[in-house]
């Protein structure tokens, strides 16, 4: 049986997914590595104190988000829209790195923009400038010559 649990934040009707059998716990966009999208600071840090008092109380094997967006090197990201990524780091998290992911939320709370870490980049309830700097990134990786 699956275990469902509210988790806003990225989205206010967000939810994780826990199977206790496996000890897996699916995070969809709220945990992964890549570029968290933060909505809403305040429910952001109330679910990853959730899911972090679930991960320390319950096996957890493997924290999967639903896509990879980051590169082998810590801190780094692939250009948004990119279709080829090559050396991407791998998709599953671990328990450590779900409670890094809080411990970074509570750090940057209150601070907006766009927060560099080594799996993740917590986008704190983000400006424009931020949206733009991202998108700009990725037209212009879009527009480098042998690239699609």
Avoid: K
């Avoid at 997914?17 to 968290?36: A, E, F, H, I, K």
């Avoid at 970074?104 to 949206?131: C, K, L, M, T, W």
Wanted: hydrophobic share 40%; net charge positive.
């Amino acid at each position: 049986m699956l275990e469902v649990l509210g988790s806003p934040g990225h989205h206010r009707a967000a939810i994780t997914v826990y199977d206790p059998w496996t000890g897996v716990l699916l995070t969809g966009d709220t945990v992964y590595p890549g570029r968290l999208y933060v909505s809403d600071c305040a429910a952001f840090l109330a679910t990853m104190d959730r899911l972090v008092a679930l991960a320390g109380t319950r096996p957890v094997t493997h924290v999967l988000g639903c896509h990879v967006e980051m590169t082998g090197r810590p801190g780094r990201d692939f250009p948004l829209g990119a279709t080829y990524q090559p050396g991407e780091r791998a998709l599953h998290m671990t328990s450590a790195q779900l409670t890094a992911v809080r411990d970074a939320a509570v750090a940057v709370a209150g601070r907006r923009g766009a927060h560099r870490f080594d799996d993740f980049i917590i986008y704190n309830e983000p400006r424009r400038s931020d949206q733009l700097r991202l998108m700009g990134r990725g037209l212009a990786d879009r527009l480098r010559p042998g690239r699609s």
